[in-house]
């Protein structure tokens, strides 16, 4: 089959829908792992959270300044002030046993707890303090200045739904609830690797007819902003015998492996025999392009990418396959987090050939209160520039013959 492959190409090309369905259906969730709330940013929560206190805990003062009984302001202005008796001081992170009575005011601070009695609080610059008296300025309704016991989230609400990625308001929300230990999904171990015999690492003097090897950290980054951690990152030769030994000595600690290259019919992209020989493709040949030659396969239990050599090619695979495959195994509710902008196209944008996902290279510009999506590359899967001088991507369906000036397209921004 592999050498027929090499002889006519792909003979028949699986729709990425198709191939999402069958990949999502042969992975499990990670297991549970327990850790500290402080250093949760960017894991993935693995259980719904229910908040199990009122917050705010208790009726606190929104403002500095005096809490009263609303009646006792009723009709006061600056001409005909009303007059209290200052019986007391309650500030923040106090308790007090202090009780209001009518006629009486006790000075507080943002945040305090308000004493028995009190239903308003009296804005400082609304107030004055004559000897032990209050002079009130202005009239208060019932509740005025009050933050109220639950007023925020009441006890017993669900606050945050398992998936949910947690950024720095869902700790500082977990964190006001009392939480110091949560629960997420442990990250996958994930082993990297570029195949060609013209790579070079970054660093190493240019040689005639050799390229630096692009992949591996672009690839790297891409696994950290998804929810990996990359145990491994290397270069390998375009050997059958070194590939399979570095796939099989990977798979004993890695449960993603990915390689860029080495994956299409040519002579020397060898990935497709030794998956078949040692575990089991899952699916070669998506109808996407660039990625058309991305193989999804198996070796004992691990699983495989093996994505276009290509850079744009290897980017785009990953953003469409392997990375909402990561976020799966860590049970995100959502697959693709990229950002998605509505925008109007600048120009004609041709496609040559029905039956394929295209990925057209877009910069977005602001013209009034419309996004333009400005064409930057359509083909061209090994221009690396054409990524760093757009700002995401734009998906052109099967079905379309392309795309007409003033349509609206949606933009999904480059991961951050």
Known sequence: ??????????SKLTSLEDA?????????????????????????????????IDLPPFDRSAMDGFAIKAEDSFNASPKTPKKIKLVGTIEIGESSNLKLNKGEGIKISTGAPIPEGADAVIKIEDSEIKEKSINIYVS???GKNIS???????????????????????????????????????????????????????????????IYNSNTPMISALVNLYGGTVIRGETVKDDKDAIK???????????????????????????????????????????????????????????????????????VSFLKITGPAIRKILGCSVLDPRVEILATIKSDVPVSGLGFLHYLRVKVEKKENIFLAVPVKLKGSGVISSLTSSDGIIE?????????????VLVKLHPE
């Open 1 to 10: 089959m592999v050498n027929k492959l090499r002889k006519i190409g792909f």
């Open 20 to 52: 999402l369905e069958k990949l999502f259906s042969q992975i499990p969730l990670n297991p549970i792992e327990e850790i500290d709330v402080r250093k949760s940013i960017n894991r993935v929560l693995a259980c719904d959270i229910v908040c199990d």
């Open 140 to 142: 208060l309704p019932p």
């Open 148 to 210: 109220k016991k639950g007023e925020d989230i009441k006890k017993g609400t669900p606050v945050l739904s398992k998936g949910t990625d947690l950024k720095a308001e869902h700790i500082a929300l977990l964190a006001s609830l009392g939480f110091n230990k949560i629960e997420v999904r442990t990250k996958p171990k994930i082993s990297i690797f570029s195949s060609g015999d013209e790579l070079l690492e970054p660093g190493e003097a240019l040689q005639p007819g050799r």
């Open 245 to 315: 030994n570095r796939l099989l000595e990977a798979a004993g600690n890695s449960q993603v492996i990915i390689f860029t290259g080495g994956t299409s019919v040519g002579t020397k992209d060898y990935l497709p025999e030794i998956i078949n020989e040692s575990g089991m493709v899952l699916t070669h040949g998506i109808a996407m392009r660039p990625g058309a030659p991305v193989l999804i396969g198996f070796v004992e239990n691990v699983l495989i990418f093996c994505l276009p050599g290509t850079p744009v090619a290897a980017y």
């Open 396 to 408: 052109i369906l099967p079905h379309q013959e392309g795309l007409k000036k003033g349509d609206f």
